[in-house]
Protein backbone atom coordinates (compact mmCIF):
# COMPACT_ATOMS: atom_id res chain seq x y z
CA UNK A 1 0.00 0.00 0.00
CA UNK A 2 0.58 3.53 -0.01
CA UNK A 3 3.18 5.09 2.44
CA UNK A 4 4.02 8.46 2.89
CA UNK A 5 7.01 10.30 4.10
CA UNK A 6 7.13 13.78 5.40
CA UNK A 7 10.06 16.00 6.52
CA UNK A 8 10.70 17.73 8.58
CA UNK A 9 8.18 17.23 11.62
CA UNK A 10 9.34 20.90 12.97
CA UNK A 11 10.33 23.57 10.85
CA UNK A 12 10.87 27.19 12.52
CA UNK A 13 11.26 30.25 10.21
CA UNK A 14 11.13 34.23 10.51
CA UNK A 15 8.54 36.51 9.57
CA UNK A 16 8.80 37.14 5.64
CA UNK A 17 11.21 34.19 4.79
CA UNK A 18 9.89 30.90 2.77
CA UNK A 19 8.96 28.16 4.20
CA UNK A 20 9.41 24.50 2.22
CA UNK A 21 7.77 21.22 3.26
CA UNK A 22 8.90 18.16 1.30
CA UNK A 23 6.84 14.70 1.07
CA UNK A 24 7.99 11.47 -0.51
CA UNK A 25 5.43 8.56 -1.59
CA UNK A 26 5.99 4.79 -2.58
CA UNK A 27 2.98 4.20 -4.78
CA UNK A 28 3.62 5.55 -8.41
CA UNK A 29 -0.04 4.67 -8.87
CA UNK A 30 -1.27 7.60 -6.93
CA UNK A 31 -2.48 10.56 -8.64
CA UNK A 32 -3.69 13.12 -6.40
CA UNK A 33 -1.36 14.83 -3.39
CA UNK A 34 -3.31 17.34 -1.27
CA UNK A 35 -1.95 19.51 1.72
CA UNK A 36 -3.84 19.91 4.80
CA UNK A 37 -3.28 23.06 7.50
CA UNK A 38 -4.17 22.52 10.95
CA UNK A 39 -4.74 25.31 12.98
CA UNK A 40 -4.40 24.48 16.93
CA UNK A 41 -7.86 22.84 18.40
CA UNK A 42 -9.22 22.65 14.49
CA UNK A 43 -9.51 19.87 12.40
CA UNK A 44 -7.20 19.93 9.37
CA UNK A 45 -8.25 22.19 6.22
CA UNK A 46 -7.57 21.69 2.85
CA UNK A 47 -5.30 24.65 1.31
CA UNK A 48 -4.20 23.32 -1.86
CA UNK A 49 -3.76 19.86 -3.97
CA UNK A 50 -2.35 19.20 -6.79
CA UNK A 51 -2.85 16.35 -9.47
CA UNK A 52 -0.32 14.13 -11.46
CA UNK A 53 -1.06 15.64 -14.78
CA UNK A 54 0.53 18.85 -13.57
CA UNK A 55 3.40 19.75 -12.24
CA UNK A 56 3.40 22.62 -10.39
CA UNK A 57 0.34 24.67 -9.19
CA UNK A 58 0.16 28.03 -6.78
CA UNK A 59 -1.91 30.10 -4.86
CA UNK A 60 -0.85 33.41 -3.89
CA UNK A 61 1.89 32.82 -1.11
CA UNK A 62 1.52 29.09 -1.54
CA UNK A 63 2.76 26.61 -4.42
CA UNK A 64 2.57 22.96 -4.50
CA UNK A 65 5.02 21.09 -6.78
CA UNK A 66 5.11 17.39 -8.07
CA UNK A 67 7.71 15.18 -9.21
CA UNK A 68 6.28 12.03 -10.64
CA UNK A 69 9.67 10.54 -11.49
CA UNK A 70 11.10 11.03 -8.16
CA UNK A 71 8.04 10.76 -6.47
CA UNK A 72 8.11 13.57 -4.20
CA UNK A 73 6.20 16.77 -4.20
CA UNK A 74 6.88 19.99 -1.77
CA UNK A 75 4.66 22.66 -0.10
CA UNK A 76 6.43 26.52 -0.69
CA UNK A 77 5.27 29.10 1.78
CA UNK A 78 6.24 32.23 0.40
CA UNK A 79 6.52 35.64 2.53
CA UNK A 80 5.49 33.81 6.19
CA UNK A 81 3.36 35.40 8.00
CA UNK A 82 2.82 34.81 12.29
CA UNK A 83 -0.28 33.24 11.09
CA UNK A 84 0.60 30.69 8.56
CA UNK A 85 1.69 28.92 12.06
CA UNK A 86 -0.01 25.67 11.62
CA UNK A 87 0.96 22.08 11.78
CA UNK A 88 0.71 21.30 7.95
CA UNK A 89 0.04 17.54 6.08
CA UNK A 90 0.87 15.88 3.14
CA UNK A 91 -1.39 13.19 1.39
CA UNK A 92 -1.60 10.80 -1.51
CA UNK A 93 -4.14 8.78 -2.94
CA UNK A 94 -5.49 7.52 -6.52
CA UNK A 95 -8.72 8.21 -7.42
CA UNK A 96 -10.48 5.16 -7.89
CA UNK A 97 -9.15 4.69 -3.87
CA UNK A 98 -11.44 6.81 -1.14
CA UNK A 99 -9.33 7.47 1.78
CA UNK A 100 -5.98 10.00 2.06
CA UNK A 101 -2.96 8.51 3.04
CA UNK A 102 -1.52 11.01 5.56
CA UNK A 103 1.86 12.19 5.78
CA UNK A 104 3.46 12.64 10.05
CA UNK A 105 2.94 16.31 9.80
CA UNK A 106 5.35 19.29 9.86
CA UNK A 107 4.39 21.81 12.84
CA UNK A 108 5.74 25.33 11.00
CA UNK A 109 6.23 28.40 13.69
CA UNK A 110 6.71 31.69 12.00
CA UNK A 111 8.32 34.22 14.40
CA UNK A 112 7.37 37.78 14.19
CA UNK B 1 -23.27 25.45 4.96
CA UNK B 2 -22.35 24.02 8.58
CA UNK B 3 -20.01 21.85 7.39
CA UNK B 4 -19.06 18.68 9.30
CA UNK B 5 -20.72 18.27 12.66
CA UNK B 6 -18.73 16.06 15.46
CA UNK B 7 -20.27 15.98 19.41
CA UNK B 8 -19.11 16.07 22.01
CA UNK B 9 -15.86 18.41 21.55
CA UNK B 10 -14.58 17.07 24.53
CA UNK B 11 -14.76 13.74 26.57
CA UNK B 12 -13.14 12.69 29.81
CA UNK B 13 -14.39 9.42 31.14
CA UNK B 14 -12.76 6.46 33.15
CA UNK B 15 -11.22 3.51 31.97
CA UNK B 16 -13.76 0.65 31.09
CA UNK B 17 -16.73 3.24 30.27
CA UNK B 18 -18.48 2.93 27.06
CA UNK B 19 -17.85 6.20 24.69
CA UNK B 20 -19.50 6.78 21.76
CA UNK B 21 -18.54 10.16 19.61
CA UNK B 22 -20.17 11.05 16.50
CA UNK B 23 -20.42 12.70 13.80
CA UNK B 24 -23.14 14.23 10.61
CA UNK B 25 -21.06 14.59 7.41
CA UNK B 26 -22.09 18.13 5.03
CA UNK B 27 -25.28 17.20 3.16
CA UNK B 28 -24.77 15.74 -0.38
CA UNK B 29 -21.42 13.73 0.14
CA UNK B 30 -21.65 10.25 0.12
CA UNK B 31 -18.12 9.06 1.91
CA UNK B 32 -17.37 8.88 5.63
CA UNK B 33 -14.09 8.95 7.15
CA UNK B 34 -13.23 8.67 11.04
CA UNK B 35 -9.60 9.55 11.94
CA UNK B 36 -7.26 9.26 15.08
CA UNK B 37 -4.71 11.75 15.91
CA UNK B 38 -2.16 11.66 18.73
CA UNK B 39 1.77 12.85 19.02
CA UNK B 40 3.15 9.56 18.16
CA UNK B 41 1.06 8.35 15.21
CA UNK B 42 0.02 11.08 13.97
CA UNK B 43 -3.56 11.11 11.79
CA UNK B 44 -4.28 7.60 11.69
CA UNK B 45 -7.77 6.46 9.59
CA UNK B 46 -9.49 4.01 11.49
CA UNK B 47 -12.32 3.58 8.87
CA UNK B 48 -14.11 4.53 6.04
CA UNK B 49 -17.74 4.31 4.33
CA UNK B 50 -19.09 4.65 1.08
CA UNK B 51 -22.83 5.51 0.85
CA UNK B 52 -22.98 4.25 4.11
CA UNK B 53 -21.22 0.88 3.52
CA UNK B 54 -18.04 0.10 5.29
CA UNK B 55 -14.94 -0.06 2.65
CA UNK B 56 -12.16 -0.30 4.41
CA UNK B 57 -12.10 -0.70 8.96
CA UNK B 58 -8.26 -2.74 8.70
CA UNK B 59 -7.16 0.73 10.81
CA UNK B 60 -9.84 -0.30 13.69
CA UNK B 61 -6.83 -0.82 16.25
CA UNK B 62 -9.15 -3.67 18.13
CA UNK B 63 -12.80 -5.24 18.39
CA UNK B 64 -13.39 -2.90 21.65
CA UNK B 65 -13.48 -0.04 17.98
CA UNK B 66 -16.81 0.09 16.45
CA UNK B 67 -18.46 2.33 13.42
CA UNK B 68 -22.02 2.30 12.19
CA UNK B 69 -23.41 4.44 9.32
CA UNK B 70 -27.31 4.02 9.69
CA UNK B 71 -28.22 6.95 7.25
CA UNK B 72 -26.03 9.26 5.18
CA UNK B 73 -26.62 12.04 7.94
CA UNK B 74 -25.24 10.44 10.65
CA UNK B 75 -22.56 8.12 12.03
CA UNK B 76 -21.11 7.05 15.52
CA UNK B 77 -17.73 5.77 16.78
CA UNK B 78 -18.08 3.16 19.65
CA UNK B 79 -15.06 1.80 22.00
CA UNK B 80 -16.20 -0.09 24.74
CA UNK B 81 -14.50 -0.84 26.76
CA UNK B 82 -12.25 2.39 26.92
CA UNK B 83 -8.66 1.94 27.84
CA UNK B 84 -6.21 4.99 28.52
CA UNK B 85 -4.15 4.00 25.36
CA UNK B 86 -7.70 5.48 23.80
CA UNK B 87 -6.97 9.01 24.65
CA UNK B 88 -6.25 10.81 21.43
CA UNK B 89 -8.44 13.12 18.93
CA UNK B 90 -10.79 11.64 16.94
CA UNK B 91 -12.00 13.22 13.60
CA UNK B 92 -14.65 12.52 10.70
CA UNK B 93 -14.58 13.65 7.75
CA UNK B 94 -16.33 13.77 4.62
CA UNK B 95 -16.51 13.80 1.06
CA UNK B 96 -18.33 13.51 -2.64
CA UNK B 97 -17.72 10.03 -3.37
CA UNK B 98 -14.18 10.26 -6.00
CA UNK B 99 -14.04 13.60 -4.96
CA UNK B 100 -10.74 13.41 -2.67
CA UNK B 101 -11.17 16.92 -0.45
CA UNK B 102 -11.97 15.64 2.38
CA UNK B 103 -13.45 18.01 4.77
CA UNK B 104 -12.88 17.77 8.51
CA UNK B 105 -14.95 18.60 11.66
CA UNK B 106 -13.22 20.10 14.67
CA UNK B 107 -12.55 16.82 16.71
CA UNK B 108 -14.08 15.26 20.06
CA UNK B 109 -10.87 15.67 22.14
CA UNK B 110 -11.18 11.65 24.13
CA UNK B 111 -9.43 11.37 27.68
CA UNK B 112 -9.98 8.13 29.45
CA UNK B 113 -8.33 8.12 32.81
Known amino acids: GENVEQHPSTLSVQEGDSAVIKCTYS??????FPWYKQELGKGPQLIID?????GEKKDQRIAVTLNKTAKHFSLHITETQPEDSAVYFC???????????FGKGTKLSVKP | DAGVIQSPRHEVTEMGQEVTLRCKPI?????LFWYRQTMMRGLELLIY????????DSGMPEDRFSAKMPNASFSTLKIQPSEPRDSAVYFC???????????FGAGTRLSVL
Open chain 1, 50 to 54: IRSNV
Open chain 2, 27 to 31: SGHNS
Open chain 1, 91 to 101: AATYKSQGNLI
Open chain 1, 27 to 32: DSASNY
Open chain 2, 93 to 103: ASDRQGGNIQY
Open chain 2, 49 to 56: FNNNVPID
